[in-house]
């Protein structure tokens, strides 16, 4: 019985592990998700690892709510991890989330993150939320954020979210020169507020090669979210 299965889940041979995480996957019990996804995350042999995260998914995929509830659990967990790339790959899933009313905490956590690998791939994720909550923690974040190339991506990623509440900083940020003006122009007129135009235009016609592409990139943005930018390309 069930008794059996799990005493196995705990014997020093592999193979007899994986043949019980297998096992698991087959009776479907929800109740087992939890040690399942326990054994993929901490067991020491790899084949272990995948086995048991096949049966969790198998258990998963048979219950939709379970799904949800699951990637939210796992996502939360590693945004708190010690390694940069599992905090990454947590951020980069943040857009995916279905419920985006419990992805802004989890935003909210990794837009700030130390590594700016994370901060990156959050500022990402966040453009595809469409919430005021969402532009908002992206707002707080712009202020702060001391990598130009993150703070570049939150500037489109606002343009993307589409909330009229970003329209102040933008407006604000297009007088800076070079490419964060720019950008925050994109992303102005993304939001239908022709203002961002000019230094649009300017910038496409600009003496830089790299301007030009920023601008362009910036306008094609704005064009896929709003056709008045449409002209400029």
């Known amino acids: 019985g069930f008794e059996l299965i799990h005493a196995k889940l705990d014997d020093r041979d592999a193979a007899i592990k994986r043949l019980a995480t297998r096992a698991l996957g087959q009776i479907g019990s929800s109740a087992e998700v939890p040690r399942l996804i326990a054994l993929a995350e901490r ?45 990454r790959a947590a951020a980069r899933l943040l857009g995916e989330m279905p419920d985006e009313r419990r992805a802004v905490p989890l935003l909210a956590q990794a837009i700030v993150d130390r590594d700016a690998r ?25 202020r702060l954020e001391t990598s130009k190339e993150v703070r570049e991506q939150q500037l489109l990623s606002l343009g993307r979210i589409g909330h009229s509440v970003a329209k102040e900083l933008l407006a604000e940020l297009m007088q800076q020169p070079d490419r964060p003006g720019v950008v925050a ?9 022709s203002t961002g135009r ?36």
């Open 185 to 193: 122009a994109g992303s102005l007129l993304a939001l239908g507020d």
């Open 198 to 233: 000019p230094r649009l235009l300017e910038a496409v016609q600009a003496a830089s090669e790299e301007l030009r592409l920023v601008a362009v990139r910036a306008a094609s943005e704005a064009a896929a979210a709003n056709p008045i930018a449409i002209p400029i390309l």
């Open 118 to 142: 994370v901060r990156l791939a959050a500022s990402s994720s966040a453009g595809k939320m469409r919430s005021q909550e969402a532009a908002l923690q992206v707002i707080a974040s712009v």
């Open 43 to 87: 067991d020491q042999d790899w084949t272990v690892r995948i086995a048991a995260a096949s049966a969790a998914l198998s258990i998963i995929d048979r219950a939709p709510a379970m799904l949800v509830q699951a990637s939210e659990d796992w996502t939360s967990r590693a945004l708190a991890s010690a390694d940069v790339s599992v905090r």
